[in-house]
């Protein structure tokens, strides 16, 4: 399993940093996403990241203000995001993906996890 945390309340202009950390398996070998579902809005992926980190990819959304890094070692995926706006109200989820392009396309039947909500606002 996948299982994030990190969420939070957080004022306009704020930061949060998301990890989401692996349970059960080693994360090493698989590409991970993150993604979002604000309510009445569809999922948004937001980024992801390649198994070796030498890829990334990012939503125009949140590219110059959100970071995706990993650290093998801790089984961990971290999501830094600055500059928060209300706009990026959302629960954030990871997952498995493929890295296609610049997009982040979950795998069918991969990994995710529950889910952690960051608000924003003031």
């Known amino acids: 399993q996948l299982v994030e945390s990190g969420g939070g309340l957080v004022q306009p202009g704020g930061s949060l940093r998301l990890s989401c950390a692996a349970s059960?398996?080693?994360?090493?070998?698989?590409?991970i996403g993150w993604f979002r579902q604000a309510p009445g809005k569809e999922r948004e992926g937001v980024s992801c990241?390649?198994?070796?980190?030498?890829?990334?990819n990012y939503a125009d959304s949140v590219k110059g203000r959100f970071t995706i890094s990993r650290d093998n070692a801790k089984n961990t995926v971290y999501l830094q995001m600055n500059s928060l706006q209300p706009e990026d109200t959302a629960v954030y989820y990871c997952a498995e993906v493929i890295l296609v392009q610049d997009m982040c396309v979950p795998i069918d039947g991969g990994y995710w996890g529950q889910g952690t909500q960051v608000t924003v606002s003031s």
């Open positions: 990241i390649s198994s070796s980190s030498d890829s990334r």
């Open positions: 059960g398996f080693t994360l090493v070998y698989y590409a």
